[in-house]
């Protein structure tokens, strides 16, 4: 196929400037930003002393002492500031750049589909620089399929010849690009699904969102306590059915229909009807039939395969 593109703006994108960004985002998020080469992304969660997910971001190193951080749009305000909250006395500034960066998916077949100038990393999360200062992010994806983040800049001269080649590109609709995360077990945490997780719970640790070697941060025990003590109950898994699904969603199973068994991460519709989602869900329940969305008399849910291996911790 063709290469294909989609404007990406559900995503915001913030930005932290400052010869002390890097010790800021490392003493809050779950990620490692002071061994960090910047050709690679990272993911990383904003937690609160509980452990629980606040926001969780793809950070990219913009320029020296610049960081950019996307996320979804609907909590970008409150991520900004809760992390705003620390700065303190660190040589850095926080806000929002969505106005200054566009952000747009790429999806082809295969590299081979991307214009020489729009060559891809390698690697999932590998970033590279454009000659016009533009930045391309590789993404994971499932198949044989090459996908990427494109962030251009707005004002930008260097840019205007990459700007009107986007715009000639075939379109690819929000819903076909969400479609790629849920199938490559990529979640996204939105208003309707803040504060419900612990990492694991969403499968974070296992796509290299937290690293348990770094120093401590706000949640970190919560986090640690659960991948080391064996008491993580719930995983993230892919379902379908035949009903649209929305962020916050119920589950419910027919074997204990008086309480949730899950919530609803994430979801997207396919051409032919079939809603597809990302849900948290109780590893007792999850792979036996009787998975319901909203009530046991809702739609039936059935499991897809994750391109990852779930485990549970040691």
Request: hydrophobic fraction near 45%; include cysteine.
């Amino acid at each position: 196929m063709p290469l294909l593109c989609c404007p990406l703006d559900q995503l915001s994108l913030l930005r932290v400037s400052g010869p002390q960004g890097a010790d800021l985002l490392h003493a809050q998020l779950s990620q490692d930003f002071q061994h960090w080469p910047p050709e690679q992304a990272r993911l990383a969660a904003l937690l609160n002393p509980q452990g629980r997910m606040l926001a969780d971001f793809i950070a990219v190193q913009l320029a020296p002492q610049q960081i950019g951080l996307l996320l979804d749009s609907s909590i970008a305000t409150a991520a900004l500031q809760r992390l705003s909250m620390f700065v303190l006395r660190l040589k850095c500034t926080l806000e929002d750049a969505s106005a200054q960066w566009m952000r747009r998916g790429l999806l082809g077949d295969t590299a081979n589909d991307y214009p020489a100038s729009l060559t891809p990393p390698e690697q999932p999360w590998g970033v590279r620089r454009l000659e016009n200062g533009a930045l391309l992010l590789r993404l994971p994806q499932v198949g044989s399929g090459v996908r990427c983040v494109l962030l251009t800049e707005r004002d930008q001269p260097a840019q205007t010849a990459l700007q009107a080649q986007l715009a000639a590109l075939p379109a690819l609709s929000p819903s076909q690009w969400a479609l790629q995360d849920l199938r490559a077990g990529l979640p996204h945490l939105t208003a309707a699904t803040q504060q419900l997780f612990v990492p694991q719970m969403i499968n974070f640790e296992l796509i290299g969102g937290v690293n348990f070697k770094k120093g401590c941060y706000p949640g970190q025990e919560v986090v640690a306590r659960s991948q080391y003590r064996g008491t993580l109950k719930r995983r993230m898994y892919l379902v379908s059915g035949p009903a649209a699904m929305q962020p916050g969603q119920e589950v419910v199973h027919q074997a204990d229909p008086g309480q949730p068994c899950g919530v609803v991460m994430n979801a997207a519709v396919d051409d032919a009807g079939l809603g597809w989602a990302l849900a948290e869900l109780k590893i007792a329940l999850a792979e036996q039939p009787g998975l319901h969305l909203g009530s046991v008399d809702g739609p039936e849910l059935k499991l897809g395969a994750l391109p990852y291996a779930l485990g549970t911790p040691d």
